[in-house]
T-cell receptor, first 118, second 111 residues
Framework: EAGVAQSPRYKIIEKRQSVAFWCNPI?????LYWYQQILGQGPKLLIQ????????DSQLPKDRFSAERLKGVDSTLKIQPAKLEDSAVYLC????????????????FGPGTRLTVL | AQSVAQPEDQVNVAEGNPLTVKCTYS??????LFWYVQYPNRGLQFLLK??????LVKGSYGFEAEFNKSQTSFHLKKPSALVSDSALYFC?????????FGAGTRLTVKP
């Protein structure tokens, strides 16, 4: 079974530029998550999709971050414009989302995209 | 506030010795608890989770964790550490919302 795919693996941009990350979840996984992991910290949820609908985006800085999951499969996360403090690893995860116990679902993570904002 | 804490930034053990990576949590209700491992330049890999039932959970690569409700802890353990176990370990708790991760514990196993 193929895992969660992410691209690019690394990205270096200057502040105020824009950047986009792509994620392809495990086939059949209805739920998709984007996390931000700042160096020395645990991942922090940015947004959660159930199929192509947003379940939770309460921690997404909506003035500069946006995400979409068209057709309920692949997803893109965009930052525009980027700030220095956006330097982090952006992790995508997916889960099967079995009904009745979605909070117990195991999340499977991709390798992440390391973003450096100069 | 719902949170999870990993009180040790770093744990060092000798190969062949038992290892413990500590995790405590603070949530209302019955939480779901998870352990993940992260190797350099890679995403998080699932090790094990506690949902309900037996307090001792067995997971991947010989790891296990014990859920202790009275102490609100979920420590990760392995009877005999390997050098290849050296990595960053994250405890996570999921009450009824988003998953909350600890800051991570770096485990170093020395030959």
């Amino acid at each position: 079974e193929a895992g969660v795919a992410q691209s690019p693996r690394y990205k270096i941009i200057e502040k105020r530029q824009s950047v986009a990350f792509w994620c392809n979840p495990i086939s059949g996984h209805a739920t998709l998550y984007w996390y931000q992991q700042i160096l020395g910290q645990g991942p922090k949820l940015l947004i959660q999709f159930q199929n192509n609908g947003v379940v939770d985006d309460s921690q997404l800085p909506k003035d500069r971050f946006s995400a979409e999951r068209l057709k309920g499969v692949d997803s893109t996360l965009k930052i525009q414009p980027a700030k220095l403090e956006d330097s982090a690893v952006y992790l995508c995860a997916s889960s099967l989302a079995t009904s009745g116990s979605r909070f117990a679902d195991t999340q499977y993570f991709g390798p992440g995209t390391r973003l450096t904002v100069l | 506030a719902q949170s999870v804490a990993q009180p040790e930034d770093q744990v060092n053990v000798a190969e062949g010795n038992p290892l413990t990576v500590k995790c405590t949590y603070s949530v209302s209700g019955n939480p779901y608890l998870f352990w993940y491992v992260q190797y350099p330049n890679r995403g998080l890999q699932f090790l094990l989770k506690y949902i309900t039932g037996d307090n001792l959970v067995k997971g991947s690569y010989g790891f296990e964790a014990e859920f202790n409700k009275s102490q609100t802890s979920f420590h990760l353990k392995k009877p005999s550490a390997l050098v290849s176990d050296s990595a960053l370990y994250f405890c996570a708790v999921r009450p009824r919302g988003d998953m909350r991760f600890g800051a991570g514990t770096r485990l170093t196993v020395k030959p």
